[in-house]
């Protein structure tokens, strides 16, 4: 059973920067495949970034660019960095993991954190 928590939300000026982190223990956590999704009440989850066991990523389109993915297998985490934020990146951020699943929908990972709020402010 793999436990995930989420650390680096707040409140941020708009164009302003966070690094968000996930920590994971009770599993190999280089062998799971790590996302990043996010909600805003009344709205359904909605795919922030992904990062495979070998390191290859996956982006909304509404984040290329701005946000970057990655994780230490060393330190069982894996990070956010959200550069250049907007209002509409207002929401509760989650973290998953999967060893078999991986991509954009909730439903191809098994574990979730308990989510961190970010709030930027225009």
């Known amino acids: 059973q793999v436990q995930l928590v989420e650390s680096g939300g707040g409140l941020v000026q708009a164009g302003g920067s966070l690094r968000l982190s996930c920590a994971a223990s009770?599993?190999?956590?280089?062998?799971?495949?790590m996302g990043w999704f996010r909600q805003v009440p009344g709205k359904e989850r909605e795919f922030v970034s992904a990062i495979r066991i070998g390191g290859w990523t996956d982006y909304a389109d509404s984040v290329k660019g701005r946000f970057t993915i990655s994780r230490d297998n060393a330190k069982n985490t894996v990070y956010l960095r959200m550069n250049s934020l907007k209002p509409e990146d207002t929401a509760v951020y989650y973290c998953?993991?999967?060893?078999?699943?991986?991509?954009?929908?909730?439903?191809?990972?098994?574990?979730w954190g308990q989510g961190t709020q970010v709030t930027v402010s225009s």
């Open positions: 009770g599993g190999t956590f280089s062998s799971y495949a």
């Open positions: 998953a993991a999967d060893r078999a699943g991986w991509g954009s929908l909730p439903v191809k990972y098994n574990y």
